[in-house]
């Protein structure tokens, strides 16, 4: 019966329960403070940032038009003929065009708008 006490002293040890916490809520909240305070610092440092970028990109893919020209992320160059919902149609060379998602729009090189806005100055 070595066996059967060895369950009854496990099992009374797990029933015990522990000391109630000394200091209350305000303990907690100073015992927390460090977690809250390295949250805050993440979303400072990476979570803002890059939610302002991807705004920022965003805002460039609803200003372009056809005539815009881009590289795309995969470093293709390219000039846009047909702006779709979801895709732009880029001409990259002679005779040659393709479709391209609009979120692998990296950068626009030459833009319509500020061409014509150049020429309105002139």
């Known amino acids: 019966m070595p066996k059967m006490s060895s369950l009854i002293d496990a ?3 797990l029933a015990q329960s522990a000391a109630p916490a000394q200091g209350g809520p305000a303990q907690m909240i100073v015992g927390m403070l460090p977690a809250i305070l390295l949250m805050g ?4 440092l990476f979570i803002a940032p890059q939610r302002k970028k ?5 805002k460039m893919l609803a200003a372009l038009q056809s005539g815009d020209e881009i ?4 470093g293709i160059f390219g000039t846009i003929t047909n702006v779709k919902d ?5 001409r990259i060379a002679d005779n040659t065009k393709i479709e391209l998602g609009k979120a692998f729009v990296q950068t626009v090189v030459k833009s319509q708008a500020s061409e014509a806005a150049k020429a309105d100055k002139k």
């Open 41 to 44: 610092g993440f979303y400072f």
């Open 11 to 13: 099992s009374s040890f």
């Open 86 to 90: 979801d895709r732009f149609v880029v």
């Open 54 to 58: 991807q705004k920022e990109h965003e």
């Open 71 to 74: 590289i795309s992320t995969g």
